[in-house]
């Protein structure tokens, strides 16, 4: 059946016993169930050209879709059973189980049932025969960097249905960075009128590389990201905001300069910035910066109903604070170190914020310098150490060294990759990619939360760019988040190259331009 991500239980299924899907097939849904019938109702039928009639006389047997709150494994833990008389059922723990089964269920119909129409005249068949399957990480993350590049709503919502392909469960929006504010604020337009728009770009990471001359922006309204959580809602994935605070801040102090450090440089000459890297631009730590971003997570918790925030916290160079009397001053009002200190009581300010709302914090691993704010989570992207030190002072940890699941990295040595970022991460490095460290204990070890393949956009201008980086790793990915896998070393790569065979028939039918096992197409 060439399964991915992988059911990380037993199957046994007779391929010479096989259930036939059939216009008088009735599809059942018990409490709880109701979605992932609406969703099999219209993807499925829609590829298979099958009614799914709710009353069926049966004749043509049943795809039985029900919550069973005794099914192991948590969750989103499910079974599927194949019966060649009787037909499907599909049983979750609760109803995200439910959904994943119906996604593993589409994958066993073959690659033609990923096409919204069906192309040829064909029997939908399915082997007979029962399997069980629960995820290894609670957080199967994808980021995707949404400023650097705008990617509209249609794009997002395409992500989130292949997220869901590959039971992904957490969407990480990136929305907001030096180069591009893209979620409207009410009570802060100028965020979007002014923060959304910016001037010819500098596409290349070096001088040498192309230049884009064209102007780029774009952002979503709040009805827009209403739609985005509703639908990943209804796939079982969470939604996680990011609004990166005190560094990457640019656009918001193009918008705003009284955000900026305004005794160390004129900020209202600054514009959203056209380039890309670290930059020395970043908020100013005074009371009404703090009063302006309670305003927009605000109105960010009004929009996303998930318990995680993320506010940024990554590459905050601290010079203009070193400069600044302001700072300076706040560092003595508030008794602190230094600089570094300055930061974590921003960072410390947001934890309590949110808190307060039943919220939790997550940041970038640079939130453990200057201490961490109890409570709060880290994403641990310099590698594996941030994550280790957060889980070792017992704080929930999401896994994503860039060493090892920067989906912007280039896929190989290969001269002729189009978007030649950094070293080389080819899918066989994603697949063995671990994200529990060995050198933990089995306690410190349950803090690594999950795991997130991060997408940074400055060199991806379109979906056609972003899919071709994603895929097919980000499959590699999601088996490494879902499935348990043995050790890197003891990983089938040779099975699940196989498997991949049938896999890149379902992104075809998706519409994926995934980079080719043989390497870049002329377009690329
Ligand atoms: C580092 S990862 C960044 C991003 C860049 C990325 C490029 C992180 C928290 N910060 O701002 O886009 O490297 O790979």
């Known amino acids: 059946m060439d399964l991915i991500p992988t059911p990380s239980h037993s199957t046994a299924y007779a391929a010479d016993a096989t259930f036939t899907l059939a216009p008088g097939t009735a599809l059942e849904a018990g409490p709880g169930a109701e979605n992932a019938a609406r969703w099999l109702r219209a993807v499925v039928g829609a590829a298979t050209g099958l009614p799914f009639a709710s009353a069926g006389t049966a004749a043509d047997g049943v795809v039985r879709l029900a919550v069973d709150e005794t099914v192991p494994g948590g969750p989103e833990a499910y079974r599927i059973t194949v019966d060649p ?124 590389t192309l230049w884009d001359e064209r102007p780029h922006g774009g952002y979503y309204t709040q009805d827009d990201i209403r739609e985005i959580v509703a639908y990943a809602a209804e796939r079982h994935i969470t939604v996680v905001p990011e609004i990166d605070i005190p560094g990457h801040s640019q656009a918001a102090i193009a918008s705003y300069p009284e955000l900026g450090n305004t005794d160390v440089l004129d900020t209202g000459a600054l514009p959203v910035l056209p380039s890309w890297g670290v930059n020395p631009n970043v908020l100013a730590p005074t009371d009404e910066t703090l009063r302006f971003y309670e305003d927009v997570f605000t109105e960010v918790l009004e929009l996303f109903p998930g318990e995680f925030v993320h506010i940024g916290g990554d590459e905050c160079p601290k010079d203009q604070w070193r400069d600044s009397a302001t700072a300076q001053t706040r560092i003595k009002e508030l008794d602190l170190e230094d600089e570094d200190e300055l930061q974590s009581w921003i960072i410390r300010h947001f934890d309590r914020w949110l808190a307060d709302r039943g919220r939790r914090l997550i940041g970038w691993d640079e939130i453990l310098e200057g201490g961490l704010a109890p409570g709060a989570a880290v994403s641990s992207w310099r590698g594996f150490a941030g994550g280790i030190a957060a889980a070792k002072a017992g704080h929930d940890v999401v896994m994503c060294p860039e060493s090892h699941v920067y989906l912007d990295w280039r896929q190989s040595e290969s001269p002729d990759e189009p978007v030649p970022i950094a070293h080389a991460r080819t899918l066989e490095d994603v697949y063995r990619f671990e994200p529990v460290p060995a050198d933990l204990t089995e306690d410190e070890a349950r803090r690594i939360i999950g795991t997130q393949a991060n997408l940074w956009t400055e060199v991806m201008d379109s979906v056609r760019v972003v899919d071709y980086m994603a895929f097919p790793r980000l499959a590699a990915f999601a088996e490494v988040a879902w499935s348990a896998l043995p050790a890197p070393a003891e990983r089938d790569w040779a099975d699940f190259e196989s498997r991949m065979r049938t896999h890149y028939a379902r992104l075809d039918a998706l519409g994926v331009e995934y980079r080719p096992p043989g390497g870049p197409l002329p377009w690329q």
């Open 85 to 208: 008389a009787s037909g499907v059922r599909i049983t979750g723990a609760g109803p995200a189980g439910v959904f994943w089964g119906a996604q593993t269920f589409r994958q066993m119909l073959g690659p033609d049932a990923f096409r919204r129409a069906p192309v040829r005249d064909r029997v939908w068949q399915v082997p007979s025969g029962h399997l069980s399957d629960a995820p290894r990480f609670g957080w199967r993350g994808f980021m995707l960097d949404v400023a650097r590049h705008f990617m509209p709503k249609d794009g997002v919502l395409r992500y989130l249905d292949l997220m869901a392909a590959h039971k992904l469960n957490v969407l990480h929006l990136h929305l907001t960075d030096d180069q591009g504010w893209r979620l409207e604020i009410r009570r802060h337009p100028e965020l979007t009128a002014k923060g959304a728009w910016r001037e010819r770009t500098k596409v290349g990471l070096r001088e040498s």
